[in-house]
Nanobody
């Protein structure tokens, strides 16, 4: 069974940086669009960023634009989310999801066939 595994979360101060990784157990990155989602306590899950399989176009939520960068390394079956200038409002559990030839509706992957377990990001002084 295919698995997605997130890593790279942790505790950082405001203004700090983290790089999250989403690694697939099989070579699916070439064919699957990948979305990053986050969910904070008491809040709805929201799309943060999305990279589309067909053209590698990248998409960001307004809150992430200019601070976060999504990228892929097909040879490593991995998609990254580089997060710079982190703010307390970024605190959440971050999940990656993959959808076969899925669209990115803005920052939101329109469907996910596979989901990772999540990685906690905490931004606090």
């Amino acid at each position: 069974q295919l698995q997605l595994v997130e890593s790279g979360g942790g505790l950082v101060q405001p203004g700090g940086s983290l790089r999250l990784s989403c690694t697939a157990s099989e070579s699916i990155v070439e064919y699957y669009s990948i979305g990053w989602f986050r969910q904070a306590p008491g809040k709805e899950r929201e799309g943060v960023s999305c990279i589309r399989s067909t053209d590698n176009s990248t998409h960001y939520a307004d809150s992430a634009k200019g601070r976060f960068t999504i990228s892929g390394d097909n040879a490593k079956n991995t998609v990254y989310l580089q997060m710079n200038n982190l703010k307390p409002e970024d605190t959440a559990v971050y999940y990656c999801a993959g959808g076969l030839l899925a669209y990115c509706k803005g920052a939101v992957l329109d469907f996910g066939d596979y989901w990772g377990q999540g990685t906690q990001v905490t931004v606090s002084s």
